[in-house]
């Protein structure tokens, strides 16, 4: 079957701004006993549904690299006569989801070998009824995008002259698996009551400004339900309040089953957590709220074009009756085909894997993601993390393998990869760009473990990125010292961890006097250049694997001797360029070192104790807490023991305060100005040190009895 001879991009004249909603209108004819596929692709997003299933989920792609679905509409269609209504929403906007581009939907449809339908000018497109456009509608977050407002009583628009944009046709077959749509998550309607608005900007500050007054309730009210749960707000009210708790963090799209006597505005808000006695539906200029208006009667909505990350969802409708039959999500959870289990003595160790795994499993989308609630973005040294934890828990290896595709496809001229894919961005962090030749190195060497052979195709094909990575940061390093400085233009945030003094700044660039040689960038490059030469060694090209291992030794050997204070017996994470003054002493920074094999014997076992110790240096923070561990396991018949009981204790902290997912930072919500998420895939980190260690060694040596991993599908 040959794509695209017939069908051409579309849109409709003139409506290519920014948070549009277009419909486009088809019809096939199924002959009886035929298969009936479908090629689609959109910018941004696209959703229909036949025969009562719902299509959606365009993969994250970009303009010069567009991916279409290939669907299979053959139990969907009848015999006869189809006709189709696509829904494509287009962001137009950059954010560290989606970059800015030209609005586009193309497909085509097949009928056994018959071309049946195709996108071209003669393609009826229209506004999408009920939906508000343009920048009037709130963003959640600069990460994730738009928020919605949709009228359910509004009226449908006539049709607009169909436009045929110039675009790249889409070259590839998405290459993941589509996403598993599953039934409304049950919930409980934990508190009603009513509310009164105290004003606000925006749906979220609405909501979260508003005085409410609770109801007492008693019995336990459980959603969906059938004949729904009938919710009365006093005379002198605003209207109803109703809060629904799903039980743990989940993931999915937003459905609502709602009955109203009038039309009334609903607002509805989610979040990770109560802390506010409510949900926390503004944050700064975030926005975690979308506005529904109802039309009179029974109202079905199904909101497929946004992905919440939540426990609690809250409606305020400006209504005094509202029968509630369901409010929550339906879930949206990639597919696995294997999965592995961890079981111990100790059920808090067995309980913090599956914990992991969950907190893993809800970042798993079209990409890995840093967190389903407030970005829903891939970055480098997130997705690190991830991948390690996903090869071990999953035996995964294509959804690895096409993130890892898409974060090389971000290259910039400046030879650093965006802050996100396949975002476009005013900044990069330039030490996630330094990141990258471990990630693949690594999936180099659980691909192989998992699949029996060397993906040598894919490697080859991300060798002049990582090429480019290594040259690019070995032509930074300083000639007199061999170290490579923080990068002090206004565009490149040293960022190194979520932790004092390793933060960097997000400003207009760094003063002369101000410069500094960073240590964490220079140990992120050394084991970067180390994977790098190790993935050209496998390749078979050990001349080239020479040149960048020795470039490897030589950052080594130029670290240890600038960086070390004898003194304090520790690495410094920062010289100052004027001065020659060496400052701050991280635990981070003296586990990348260590993890580099920047240290020799003496200090590396200096070291080892300093972080053993948890004396005089500053703590590593969960995520980067990986790197601590692998340093510590370098000697693990010392060191296993005090890791497991740090992950016991940190993880197992988390537990004890309620979670059901790990958390960005140890600070939970409070973190961030209040905006630290609850779920945050950089977390999983123990899933590696159980696969990897606990399992395969003695409980003696482990404080972990009893440990071993099980296949359970």
């Given at each position: ?6 069908a ?13 909603y ?8 199924k ?36 991916v ?24 137009g ?36 009824a ?27 628009s ?5 436009a ?5 046709l ?31 900007r ?19 009210r459980?959603?969906p ?5 009938l ?5 002198g ?9 799903v ?13 109203t ?22 944050i ?50 990639y ?17 913090i ?19 389903p ?37 971000s ?38 473990r ?33 170290l ?10 040293n ?31 050394s ?8 993935i ?34 520790a ?7 004027g001065?020659?003054?060496r400052?701050?002493f ?13 240290a ?47 992950i ?25 100005g ?25 409980g ?14």
């Open positions: 079957m040959e794509l695209w001879k017939s051409r991009w579309i849109w409709a004249e003139g409506y290519g701004r920014e948070n549009v277009l419909d486009a209108e088809t019809a096939f004819r002959e009886p006993g035929e298969k009936v596929l479908m090629a689609i692709s959109a910018d941004t997003d696209y959703a229909f549904t036949l025969g009562g299933k719902l299509f959606f989920g365009q993969y994250a792609d970009y303009p010069f690299d567009k279409y679905d290939l669907l299979d509409l053959t139990d969907c269609a009848e015999d006869g006569e189809n006709r189709l209504v696509i829904r494509v929403y287009h962001q906007a950059d954010s560290f989801t989606a970059r800015k581009e030209t609005a586009g939907l193309i497909f085509e449809i097949f009928s056994g070998e018959r071309l049946a339908a195709f996108s071209g000018a003669d393609t009826a497109v229209r506004p999408s009920g939906y508000t456009v343009g920048r009037e509608v709130e963003w959640v977050s600069s990460q994730l995008g738009y928020s919605f407002r949709f009228d359910a009583a509004a009226p449908e006539g049709p607009l002259p169909t045929c944009p110039e675009k790249p889409p070259k590839r077959a998405r290459p993941v698996e589509k996403l598993i749509l599953g039934p409304e998550e049950p919930g409980s309607l934990t508190v009603s009551g009513s509310f009164r608005e105290n004003g606000g925006t749906t979220g500050e609405r909501m979260q400004f508003a005085s409410l007054r609770f109801d007492k309730r008693d019995e336990k459980i959603l339900a059938k004949d729904g749960i919710l009365t707000a006093p005379e009210e605003d209207g109803v309040f109703a809060l629904i708790d039980g743990r963090e989940s993931t999915g799209i937003l459905s609502l089953d709602l009955e006597e009038e039309e009334a505005e609903i607002l509805v808000g989610w979040g990770e957590h109560l802390e506010d006695l409510r949900v926390r539906t503004s700064g200029y975030r926005n975690f709220a979308a506005s529904y208006r109802a039309k009179a009667g029974r109202n079905r909505f199904l909101h497929p074009f946004l992905r919440l990350g939540m426990r609690y969802l809250a409606l305020h409708a400006r209504t005094k009756k509202l029968l509630v039959r369901y409010a929550g999500i339906r879930t949206t959870l597919p696995l085909a294997h999965e592995w289990a961890f079981s111990a003595a100790d059920a808090l160790h067995e309980r894997f599956e914990v992991s795994k969950r907190t893993l499993r809800l970042c798993m989308h079209e990409h890995y993601e840093d967190c609630w407030r970005e829903q973005a891939l970055y480098t040294m997130d997705s690190r993390n991830q991948m390690l934890c996903g090869y071990l828990a999953f035996g995964e290896t294509a959804f690895p393998r096409e993130s890892l595709r898409l974060i090389a496809e290259i910039r001229e400046d030879d650093m990869l965006e802050i996100c894919s396949p975002a476009r961005g005013s900044i990069t962090i330039p030490s996630f760009t330094a990141v990258f030749p471990t990630q693949v190195y690594e999936y180099m060497v659980y691909s192989e998992i699949t029996g052979s060397l993906d040598e195709g894919f490697l080859r094909e991300m060798l002049p990125v990582l090429l480019r990575i290594a040259d690019g940061f070995l032509r930074r390093r300083d000639p007199e010292t061999g490579i400085a923080c990068l002090r233009e206004a565009k490149y945030w960022f190194y961890e979520w932790q004092e003094g390793l933060t960097g700044s997000v400003s207009d660039g760094i003063a002369e006097e101000d410069a500094t040689f960073d240590a964490p960038l220079c140990a992120f490059v084991f970067g250049l180390r994977s790098l030469a190790g050209l060694s496998r390749l078979g090209e050990e001349e080239l694997a020479g040149k960048y291992r020795e470039a490897s030794f030589s950052l080594n050997r130029d670290i240890e001797r600038a960086f070390w204070d004898e003194k304090k017996k690495f410094a994470s920062f010289i100052r360029i001065t020659g003054e400052f701050h991280a635990e981070l920074t003296n586990s990348l070192i260590l993890y580099a094999g920047a020799g014997e003496e200090k590396a076992g200096a070291v080892r104790e300093r972080l053993a110790s948890g004396t005089g240096l500053i703590p590593i923070t969960l995520s980067h807490s990986v790197f601590k561990y692998d340093a510590l396991m370098m000697k693990k018949e010392k060191y296993a023991r005090l890791v497991f009981r740090d016991a204790e940190k993880w197992g902290g988390m537990l004890e305060k309620g979670a059901t997912s790990f958390w960005e930072t140890g600070d939970g919500a409070e973190a961030f209040l905006a630290g998420s609850l779920c945050h895939g950089w977390t999983a980190i123990p899933i590696r040190f159980y696969a990897e260690y606990a399992a395969g060694m003695k003696e040596e482990t404080g972990v009895y009893e440990a071993r991993m099980e296949k359970i599908r």
